[in-house]
């Protein structure tokens, strides 16, 4: 697996979405509730989505507003890995 991107971890350690943990970053419940919110507004569009891709960067777009595309880009790759985690 790819080190995490240390910038983009930090700024989301700074926001409240990701704490450090001894085995490596966990996600918060502020993450969990933007991804559970993300998560609900597909499912009443019906979005056919496979992974955890989408809802990720719609929890992104909720919380910093319009990105740069190679932001979030940045960002889901960073945080793909920790949501992974916690959901298994």
Known sequence: MPEPDREILERLEADGL????????RATRRWQGAMARAALELYHRDAPW??????IAVALVEL???????????YVETLLPIQAQDTT
């Open 64 to 74: 910093y507003g319009d990105l740069p595309d190679d932001q979030i880009v940045r």
């Open 18 to 25: 990701v704490r450090q943990e001894p085995g490596g970053a």
């Open 50 to 55: 496979k992974d955890l891709r989408l809802p």
